[in-house]
């Protein structure tokens, strides 16, 4: 199972590289490219290649870029740029809709919603009321959602994304909400994050006896 997992986000990262290159006009791109990008060794690359069962080219030509990123959207599921929409337009949520990069990663934020939305937009990006939240995602055929509303409406707004629809949240609420069959969720808490480190610090520290 860990193995696959493995696979499956390196077949990720990879996409996320070849987009990178992609940007900056390169066609081409060498096992040993993407190996020094994501830190493992060119052949373990070419072996995923091969797992993938793939022939886009060869160890001493290169690989097609956009052979190998429109092969791995149909491994993975995806397309190039994936739809979302910021739920929840506060601090968190502007700042996500505000934050370019992501597209360059392939990521398009089309909408943002808010129970009481304060800009019309952010950064071009429309903020739209909550009553409308359901044509949109069923129009747009949006399949996955940023979660950034306050921890009291996390619950109920997961069950009404769900009810729309939505089979992805990317959830930053300190309510940890659970998968259903239908709902993928994934949590996201910095904190935890941060503390976590500190943990693995001080655990470290004790080990090699500093205080
Ligand atoms: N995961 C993390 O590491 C992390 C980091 C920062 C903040 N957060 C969390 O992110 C969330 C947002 O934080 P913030 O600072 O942006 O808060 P905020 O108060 O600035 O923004 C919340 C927004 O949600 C809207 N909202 C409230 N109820 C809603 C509902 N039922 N449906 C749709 N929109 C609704 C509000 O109108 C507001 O615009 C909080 O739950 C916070 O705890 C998590």
Do not use: W
């Amino acid at each position: 199972m860990k193995s696959n997992n493995d696979y499956t986000t390196r077949l990720i990262k990879y996409k996320r590289i070849l987009i990178q290159l992609k940007s900056l006009g390169l066609e081409k791109v060498f096992s040993s490219n993407l190996g020094d990008a994501i830190g493992i060794t060119p052949s373990l690359v070419r072996k995923d290649l091969s797992r993938m069962n793939l022939s886009l080219g060869n160890r001493k030509g290169g690989y097609n870029i956009n052979d190998m990123i429109e092969s791995l959207n149909s491994i993975l599921g995806t397309s190039e740029l994936q739809d979302v929409v910021v739920i929840g337009c506060g601090n968190l949520g502007k700042a996500l809709i505000k934050h370019e990069a992501f597209y360059k990663e392939g990521i398009n934020i089309t909408a943002g919603f808010d129970i009481n939305p304060r800009d019309a937009e952010v950064n071009g990006i429309p903020i739209y009321p909550m009553e409308v939240l359901i044509n949109y995602v069923t129009q747009h055929k949006i399949r996955v959602a940023v979660l950034c509303v306050p921890a009291g409406a996390a619950s109920h707004t997961r069950d009404l994304l769900s009810e729309c629809g939505i089979q992805g949240i990317l959830n930053f609420t300190p309510v940890e909400l659970k998968n259903s069959e239908y709902l993928r969720i994934q949590n996201v808490n910095i904190c935890l994050e941060i503390e976590n480190l500190f943990f693995q610090i001080s655990e470290k520290s004790q080990t090699i006896g500093i205080s």
